[in-house]
């Protein structure tokens, strides 16, 4: 296949007069009847998670027409991306946005939130651990007013992911990691677990589900699997390398966004029929905030008209915080291995608990940057394990510092400020679990000494004190513009994904979870885009298009079967076309 034309951005798309044209009709490339092209039937914003999977769902129709706006560039023909095990690598580093913490008077203020800058968004930048949320956790959304996201209504969403989710494969199954599996289940009396997503489950230990294809270790990312191999669609346009930074309304009903390409050149990008934020938790309740939605008080303090007084925007910041225990071991780690963190743990310490409520990650690494700012070293070999909070308690809030889109938000996730400290509690628990694993065989043989907190820290006090200080995130914030029903003051958008009081946009991405799943989000992130998919295409006869004075098809009646084509050719063969 000869290779396509490189990816343009929004920015060159000016109309032949070079002036900004007004709508009318326009066909599948976007191009209205004066030649500009600036118009679409929808707009993305964000070619992430979420948003990779509403645009190749949605251009399945020809005669849809999408325009992504991603700020970062293309992941096609990079192996720095699309190799899983490199994942480290990319922490704190171009495809980064890295988003500091605000202070954390009872956590570690030092923590960087990762957010990636590149196509498949932190799909492309994560481990790709794969888990199916449990059926408590979407329960627990509809019993918190997300009316048609209960675990009935949202398990059918799995089985058309498009990903090639698999066990780590057992050539990746390196020795010590099992023998961690088998020294968990002798210690607790936990069961091995072959397949996270067979069935629900409250605890158990084994080799994670990822999102991976083991013959080459190469990801299985949102853009993988929803947008390399539709690169071609003429109705696909993928702007890269360009900042959405406001939201342009006509009084209630969103019109378009306003982008910023590389160079610096500025575009009004139309929506004929809906604008689509998912852009994260992070950028998503920013760039709202950004356009005069959200609280009053809070905009008008920055001098930010508002254009839509929405209390919630920002507020329920989520994550999934934990802590670590390194251990030396008594020689180098084998080398196989899918990312270096292939092996879990759940436990139920609460009988009564819907699901697991402590996690650990397995890492076949030492992984002590936060605990070398407290005096430790990194041995030259060792394994962490992480404990984790499933379900936490604390609530964070994420506000802006400045009126200038440029200006990073705060991010203040409160961490470990819960009344009852059960989030601090948790990791305690997590820490004398973690070390009875430890003592057991035939992970045992594997051990010298425990590195950090070490064994001499042994009080409650003092576990938690560690704890806290050097807790960490495995970059899962979420929340920030949560779903709810009607008469919820706090909810940003009702159970359809709509922005409550707006028309014509919608969310779709971890913003708008109402609660924390105990997993690993990212699948549940994928089946909130895939569910976006089908509310669009099921609002085919609603009057959703912007009125532009011409008639048009308006059709978005599209295959959403379970096509699961998880195409790898990364080759410059698959570069997008922007037209």
């Not at 990746?172 to 023998?179: K, P, Q, S, V, Y």
């Amino acid at each position: 296949m000869p290779p396509m034309p490189p990816m343009r951005p929004v920015a060159e798309q000016e109309s032949q007069d070079g002036q900004e044209s007004q709508d009318g009709q326009a066909g599948p490339d976007g191009r209205d009847s004066r030649g500009s092209r600036d118009s679409y039937d929808y707009v993305v914003v964000g070619g992430g998670t979420a948003g990779s999977v509403i645009a190749s769902r949605l251009t399945e129709d020809p005669d849809v027409s999408v325009a992504v706006i991603e700020g970062g560039p293309s992941d096609v023909d990079r192996p720095d991306v699309l190799t899983l095990r490199r994942w480290m690598g990319l922490l704190g580093g171009e495809l980064d946005y890295d988003y500091p913490t605000t202070e954390q008077p009872r956590g570690n203020s030092h923590i960087r939130h990762s957010r990636a800058r590149v196509l498949g968004g932190c799909s492309s930048h994560n481990t790709l651990i794969a888990f199916k949320p449990l059926p408590s956790d979407w329960d627990e959304w509809a019993a918190a007013g997300a009316e048609g996201w209960d675990a009935a209504a949202m398990d059918p969403y799995f089985a058309r992911l498009r990903n090639n989710v698999v066990p780590v494969d057992e050539a990746d199954r390196n020795a010590i990691a099992r023998d961690f599996v088998d020294a968990a289940r002798s210690a607790l009396g936990v069961p091995r677990v072959e397949g996270f997503n067979k069935k629900p489950f409250h605890e158990g230990v084994g080799f994670f589900d990822l999102a991976y294809h083991p013959e080459n270790n190469k990801r299985s990312s949102a853009s993988v699997a929803y947008l390399h191999p539709f690169l071609d669609r003429p109705n696909l346009h993928i702007a890269l390398e360009t900042w959405a930074y406001r939201l342009e309304f006509d009084g209630t009903r969103a019109t378009g966004v306003r982008v910023r390409a590389a160079d610096g050149t500025e575009r009004l990008v139309r929506a004929r029929r809906e604008v689509l934020v998912c852009a994260g938790a992070v950028d998503t309740p920013r760039l709202l905030l950004h356009s005069g939605i959200g609280p009053r008080a809070d905009l008008e303090r920055l001098g930010i008209p508002v254009v839509h007084d929405l209390p919630g925007v920002g507020e329920n910041l989520l994550d999934h915080p934990e802590s670590v225990i390194v251990w030396e071991t008594n020689g180098p780690i084998p080398e196989n291995s899918a990312m270096d963190s292939d092996a879990g743990l759940f436990v139920r310490r609460d009988p009564a608990a819907e699901g697991p409520d402590l996690m650990f990650h397995f890492y076949q690494i030492p992984f002590t940057d936060n605990p070398e700012r407290l005096g430790y070293e990194r041995p030259a070999h060792g394994v962490s394990m992480t404990p984790n909070i499933p379900k936490p308690r604390s609530r964070g809030r994420l506000h802006l510092t400045s009126a200038d889109p440029e200006a990073k938000p705060a991010l203040d996730f409160r961490y470990f400020t819960d009344e009852d400290d059960y989030d601090g509690r948790t990791l305690v628990d997590g820490i004398r679990i973690a070390r009875q694993v430890a003592a057991a065989e035939p992970l045992a043989n594997w051990l010298a000494r425990e590195v950090c907190p070490g064994p001499e820290v042994t009080s409650d006090e003092e576990l938690s004190e560690y704890a806290r200080k050097v807790a960490h995130t495995v970059y899962h914030p979420a929340g920030t513009c949560r779903m709810g029903a009607a008469g919820d003051e706090q909810a940003v958008v009702s159970p359809d994904l709509r922005i409550r009081g707006l028309d014509g946009i919608r969310v779709a991405d971890a913003s708008v979870f109402p609660t924390m799943p105990a997993v690993n989000p990212m699948i549940g992130v994928l089946m909130v885009g895939e569910k976006c998919a089908d509310l669009l295409k099921s609002a085919t006869g609603d009057d959703t298009r912007t009125d532009t004075g011409t008639d048009g098809d308006t059709g978005t009646d599209g295959d959403t079967g379970t096509d699961s084509d998880t195409g790898t050719d990364t080759g410059t063969d698959q570069e997008a076309r922007i037209r």
